[in-house]
């Protein structure tokens, strides 16, 4: 039972654009949600995170938007950058639950020149 | 930049060996997780420990793997009797405390593959 979900394996969009990076979690446990990049050959990196008592966290070109009734997340940024190519990893944790954070399976980010 | 260190970064090991994975905490950091990460899947968390005390290992299997966090030096995951399953990107991570909102630093990885 994966408990958090990312449904899209991959996106590609164009340098400029917005891309939006979807997340379904089950567990309503869950008070707190992380995205982390990744790179080829090296770890994760956090980049944005959000309070279950928030609907909104933004930084520079990116934010997170939490519907905690749909149990749904979403990551936007824009503009789009070439650099911004990687793999998105969306991540949740319980504070009942030692800090464990449980992560979905990816989502390939493309973005075209 | 004293990050997560882990090592080694490659790990090539034959059936029915050891393999012995290490990794150093950020400065500061009590608490390391190990995570797996098998070919095109997400990060599997496996254990969660702090210095001499394994507090989560409900992701670990039950046979062959352990984990240790000793009082002096790196923790070690520790894989025995390796199968071809086994070959995979292995992450070790790092927080200074136990609250939820506090993002984890990542190592680089181990790749172990399994011949």
């Known amino acids: 039972d994966q408990q958090v979900k990312q449904n899209s394996p991959s996106l590609s969009v164009q340098e400029g654009r917005i891309s939006i990076l979807n997340c379904d979690y089950t567990?309503?446990?869950?008070?707190?949600f992380l995205w982390y990049k990744k790179y080829p050959a090296e770890g994760p990196t956090f980049l944005i995170s959000?309070?279950?008592?928030?609907d909104k966290n933004e930084d520079g070109r990116f934010t997170v938007f939490l519907n905690k009734s749909a149990k749904h997340l979403s990551l936007h940024i824009v503009p789009s950058q070439p650099g911004d190519s990687a793999v998105y990893f969306c991540?949740?944790?319980?504070?009942?639950?030692?800090?464990?954070?449980?992560f979905g399976d990816g989502t390939t980010l493309t973005v075209k020149p | 930049n004293a990050g997560v260190m882990q090592n080694p970064r490659h790990l090539v090991r034959r059936r029915g060996q050891e393999a012995r994975l290490r990794c150093s905490p950020m400065?500061?950091?009590?608490?390391v997780y190990w995570y797996r990460q098998l070919p095109e899947e997400g990060l599997k968390f496996m254990v969660y420990?702090?210095?001499?005390?394994?507090?989560?290992e409900s992701g670990m299997p039950k046979e062959r793997f352990s984990a240790e966090f000793p009082k002096e030096g790196p923790s070690i995951l520790r894989i025995q009797q390796v199968v071809r399953g086994d070959s995979a990107a292995y992450f070790c991570?790092?927080?200074?405390?136990?609250?939820?909102?506090?993002?984890?630093?990542f190592g680089d990885g181990t790749r172990l593959s399994i011949l």
């Open positions: 400065k500061g950091h009590s608490h």
């Open positions: 959000i309070s279950s008592i928030k």
């Open positions: 991540a949740a944790s319980a504070l009942t639950n030692a800090g464990k954070s449980t």
């Open positions: 420990l702090q210095k001499e005390n394994i507090i989560d």
């Open positions: 567990n309503s446990m869950f008070d707190y």
């Open positions: 991570a790092s927080s200074p405390g136990l609250e939820g909102n506090q993002p984890q630093h």
